[in-house]
């Protein structure tokens, strides 16, 4: 079946970075665009990135552009979130999303913080 799973994420002070990783299995990871959303608490998950099958398309929330960047690699049925310049308002639980699929990892806590 369908397996996602996040890791990279921890605690970071303002102005740091992350990286994100998200490891898949149990299906063909290249038929799947993929999505990264992210959930602070008390709010709505949102969509953070998107990137498409082959990686040649990418779309990013307002609030990340220019700071985050989404990549994949169809070898490694993996797919990434680079995050550079990090301010507390991105504090939340990150998912990635196979969004043929509908299906999501478990998340990983990312907090920035002084």
């Known amino acids: 079946q369908v397996q996602l799973v996040e890791s990279g994420g921890g605690l970071v002070q303002p102005g740091g970075s992350l990286r994100l990783s998200c490891a898949a299995s149990?299906?063909?990871?290249?038929?799947?665009?993929m999505s990264w959303y992210r959930q602070a608490p008390g709010k709505e998950r949102e969509l953070v990135a998107f990137?498409?099958?082959?990686?040649?398309?990418?779309n990013y929330a307002d609030s990340v552009k220019g700071r985050f960047t989404i990549s994949r690699d169809n070898a490694k049925n993996t797919v990434y979130l680079q995050m550079n310049s990090l301010e507390p308002e991105d504090t939340a639980v990150y998912y990635c999303?196979?969004?043929?699929?509908?299906?999501w990892g478990q998340g990983t806590q990312v907090t920035v913080s002084s």
């Open positions: 999303k196979a969004d043929r699929y509908g299906r």
């Open positions: 990137i498409s099958r082959t990686g040649g398309s990418t």
């Open positions: 149990g299906f063909t990871f290249s038929s799947s665009t």
